[in-house]
């Protein structure tokens, strides 16, 4: 099954973010756990939860990406930071067992200036202090562009993220096409030799979701610029071969193109068509 979806408003609760993305053709999505610029999260409320689960599963709505906010960091220099990181994710961690079996996607943090090796190692300890034997949702380390002291620009940083978390059964990887790209992986013209570079450094079984995304930028460009899927430098035919390979047609995919609701409908539209489902 093709699972297609696009970052949708948590506005209005659960049962809308479904409603909303079921009309325009979608069987996943993500959302943002709480503003995405940081704050508290909502309280939760649970006749929309369940209300939600019971739309879902007569949509078939599944493997939702929700995603933490940006200003989450827990590689951050200030304890105000790393307090909120702490905070934000056991909050969160603890509302996802209400949606069980769904992903919780991060960006693994900037360092800051403090270097690398000090930005991985307090990613993981925030991990060792937050995850739990019992949970019922994987958190997902997403790839990055690289800019500036941004953690996870190259597989073996989160390689390394993965090796020193206690409980790194509860770990999986959201690959972002824009991001991969802008770090200088070939995703266009050598994907299985990217992929085959991924299952040696990471391991293939650790892929669950992906972002797919075109760039607004030249390969290699660290800079994180998304773009609309027919507008960025990746071809479509590119964007084909991501969607219809064996190794990643079965995962969730989400679009995190700058787009309106009406434009995520002609985007999952148009890549139905290419996927031929």
Not at 75 to 78: D, Q, R, S, V, Y
Not at 135 to 142: H, P
Not at 193 to 201: N, Y
């Given at each position: 099954m093709f699972r297609i979806g696009c970052h949708i408003s948590a506005a209005g609760g659960y049962l809308a973010m479904g409603e909303r993305v079921a009309a325009i053709g979608a069987n996943t999505f993500a959302?943002?756990?709480?503003?995405?610029?940081?704050?508290?999260?909502?309280?939760?409320?649970?006749?929309?939860?369940?209300?939600?689960?019971?739309?879902?599963?007569?949509?078939?709505?599944?493997?939702?990406?929700?995603h933490a906010p940006y200003t989450l960091n827990p590689?951050?220099?200030?304890p105000q930071v790393q307090n909120f990181a702490r905070t934000a994710f056991q909050e969160d961690l603890r509302r996802m067992e209400h949606t069980p079996g769904q992903y919780y996607n991060f960006h693994p943090g900037s360092h800051v200036g403090q270097g690398v090796a000090v930005g991985l190692q307090k990613i993981i300890d925030v991990l060792n202090e937050t995850l739990f034997p019992d949970?019922?949702?994987?958190?997902?380390?997403?790839t990055m562009a690289g800019k500036g002291s941004e953690v996870g620009g190259r597989f073996e940083e989160l390689r390394a993220i993965l090796d020193g978390a206690a409980l790194a059964d509860k770990l999986g990887v959201c690959f972002d096409t824009c991001h991969v790209?802008?770090?200088?992986?070939?995703?266009?013209?050598?994907l299985d030799?990217?992929?085959?570079?991924?299952?040696?450094?990471v391991g293939l079984e650790r892929l669950k979701a992906v972002h797919l995304n075109n760039s607004k930028n030249d390969r290699g460009s660290r800079k994180d610029r998304h773009a609309c899927i027919t507008e960025g430098v990746l071809p479509l035919e590119a964007i084909g071969r991501i969607i219809r390979h064996p190794t990643l047609r079965d995962l969730p995919f989400i679009l995190e193109t700058p787009n309106d609701e009406a434009g995520y409908a002609r985007e999952i539209a148009l890549l139905r068509e290419l996927r031929g489902a």
């Open positions: 959302f943002f756990t709480r503003n995405p610029r940081g704050g508290g999260a909502k309280a939760l409320d649970e006749a929309d939860v369940a209300a939600f689960l019971e739309f879902a599963a007569a949509h078939d709505l599944d493997r939702l990406v929700a590689c951050g220099e200030k949970m019922r949702t994987t958190v997902l380390l997403e790209w802008d770090a200088g992986y070939d995703i266009e013209n050598d030799g990217v992929l085959t570079e991924f299952d040696r450094v």
